[in-house]
């Protein structure tokens, strides 16, 4: 069973744009991770946010969860051709040592 | 650093074969994980260890077998191959139990 569920499935836009995808979530949890998928490739670890922060950066990344509604968002900002990938979050149930990871959304920038 | 690495990177099979795939880190990771991604599934747990000679099942552990003899490489074992396990198998490590994992280039398996 799968624990995140990320929304929506698919997103395309203009390349510029922002893309923001959400995840959300069964239990509680410790951490939540965002991992991007480029085609054929392995997952690439983007970004953690523990279950006592609200919001994170990395670069164009901006991250939130919301613990009480059992959800995060991805935001992407400015978003370029090169962010063409899926996306997935992956949460770890407290008490549990593993990663749980949703079916991902595809993201396509059109240039 | 080669990072994580996975051999084959494809494989065909027919029903009832067995293979081995391997995954080999040099980031000295205590702890790696095989999964597998289908289609709008997403990615599924099948075995992982917390170190050298563990074993821990997953979420879908059934027709897999899996070793980790050496802290660098975890081998997962497919002993009388199926069709359902058509798949794309990924091999992950992480230096924490819910750290961030780093993740091998997949092996794409086909069963026919």
């Known amino acids: 069973s799968q624990q995140g569920e990320e929304d929506p499935q698919a997103l395309s836009i203009q390349e510029g744009e922002n893309a923001t995808m959400n995840c959300s979530y069964k239990?509680?949890?410790?951490?939540l991770q965002w991992y991007r998928q480029n085609s054929g490739r392995g997952l690439v670890h983007l970004i953690l946010?523990?279950?006592?922060?609200r919001e994170k950066h990395s670069g164009r990344l901006r991250v939130t969860l919301d613990t009480s509604k059992k959800s995060s968002s991805l935001l992407i900002t400015a978003s370029r051709a090169a962010d063409t990938a899926s996306y997935f979050c992956?949460?770890?149930?407290?008490?549990?040592?593993?990663?749980?990871f949703g079916t991902g959304t595809r993201l396509t920038i059109i240039p | 650093n080669a990072g994580v690495t996975q051999t084959p990177k494809f494989r065909v099979l027919k029903t009832g074969q067995s293979m081995t795939l391997l995954c080999a880190q040099d980031?000295?990771?205590?702890?790696m994980y095989w999964y597998r991604q289908d289609p709008g599934m997403g990615l599924r747990l099948i075995h992982y260890?917390?170190?050298?000679?563990?074993?821990a099942k997953g979420e879908v552990p059934d027709g897999y077998n899996v070793s980790r003899l050496k802290k660098q490489n975890f081998l997962l074992g497919l002993e009388s191959a199926a069709p359902s396990q058509t798949s794309v198998y990924f091999c992950?490590?992480?230096?924490?139990?819910?750290?961030?994992?780093?993740f091998g280039p997949g092996t794409r398996l086909t069963v026919l």
């Open positions: 992950a490590t992480s230096e924490r139990p819910r750290g961030g994992q780093f």
């Open positions: 239990t509680s949890i410790n951490n």
């Open positions: 946010i523990r279950s006592n922060e």
């Open positions: 992956a949460t770890d149930a407290s008490g549990n040592e593993k990663l749980t």
């Open positions: 980031m000295n990771h205590e702890y």
């Open positions: 260890s917390v170190g050298e000679g563990t074993t």
